[in-house]
C-alpha cells in the first residue's frame, strides 16, 4: 500500500513538473487561455480616447470605459478576476504601440545651430574622437 501512494505521488510531481517546465509563461494555464481569448475579441474593439488615460472601447455588443489610472474597466471583468478584459487589452495594445513608435531614446542630443559638439577623449589611450 505504502508502495503504492509512493509510486502515485512520484508520477504526480513528475507530471507537474514536466507541464511546469513546458510552459512558455508565468501566467497559470486558466489564466493563459483567458488572455488568449480576450486577446481575439480585443482587435474587433474601436477605441475613443476620452481623457490622458480614459477611454471609451466599443465592439459591436458593448460600449465600456476603461481607465488605466484606476486599473479599472465598466464591464468589472478586471476589477472582478484581476485579469484584463478584451476592452482593457485594447486599450493597453494601443498604449504599446505608442510607446514602441516612439521608440528608445537617443543617446545623443542632436546640437543646437551654431553649437558645436565636443570631442571626449578616449581614458585609454587619450586621444579624442575615439571612443567605441
Ligand atoms: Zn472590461
Not at 68 to 75: G, I, P, W
Given at each position: 500500500?505504502?508502495?503504492?501512494?509512493?509510486?502515485?505521488?512520484?508520477?504526480?510531481?513528475?507530471?507537474?513538473?514536466?507541464?511546469?517546465?513546458?510552459?512558455?509563461?508565468y501566467?497559470?494555464?486558466?489564466?493563459d487561455?483567458?488572455?488568449?481569448?480576450?486577446?481575439?475579441?480585443?482587435?474587433?474593439?474601436?477605441?475613443h480616447?476620452?481623457?490622458?488615460?480614459?477611454?471609451?472601447?466599443?465592439?459591436k455588443?458593448?460600449?465600456?470605459?476603461?481607465?488605466?489610472?484606476?486599473?479599472s474597466?465598466?464591464?468589472?471583468?478586471?476589477?472582478?478576476?484581476?485579469?484584463?478584459?478584451?476592452?482593457?487589452?485594447?486599450?493597453?495594445?494601443?498604449?504599446?504601440?505608442?510607446?514602441?513608435?516612439?521608440?528608445?531614446?537617443?543617446?545623443?542630443?542632436?546640437?543646437?545651430?551654431?553649437?558645436?559638439?565636443?570631442?571626449?577623449?578616449?581614458?585609454?589611450?587619450?586621444?579624442?574622437?575615439?571612443?567605441?
Amino acid at each position: 500500500m505504502a508502495e503504492f501512494i509512493r509510486d502515485l505521488l512520484q508520477r504526480w510531481f513528475y507530471n507537474r513538473r514536466t507541464n511546469a517546465h513546458e510552459m512558455s509563461t508565468y501566467l497559470t494555464t486558466f489564466a493563459d487561455e483567458h488572455i488568449k481569448d480576450r486577446t481575439k475579441t480585443a482587435h474587433r474593439c474601436e477605441i475613443h480616447p476620452i481623457h490622458f488615460n480614459t477611454f471609451k472601447v466599443d465592439n459591436k455588443w458593448k460600449e465600456t470605459t476603461v481607465d488605466l489610472d484606476k486599473r479599472s474597466c465598466s464591464c468589472r471583468q478586471w476589477d472582478l478576476d484581476e485579469l484584463l478584459c478584451s476592452y482593457a487589452m485594447a486599450v493597453a495594445s494601443i498604449a504599446m504601440e505608442e510607446t514602441n513608435l516612439l521608440g528608445r531614446p537617443k543617446k545623443l542630443r542632436i546640437p543646437s545651430v551654431g553649437e558645436k559638439r565636443k570631442l571626449q577623449s578616449c581614458s585609454k589611450c587619450g586621444k579624442k574622437d575615439t571612443i567605441k
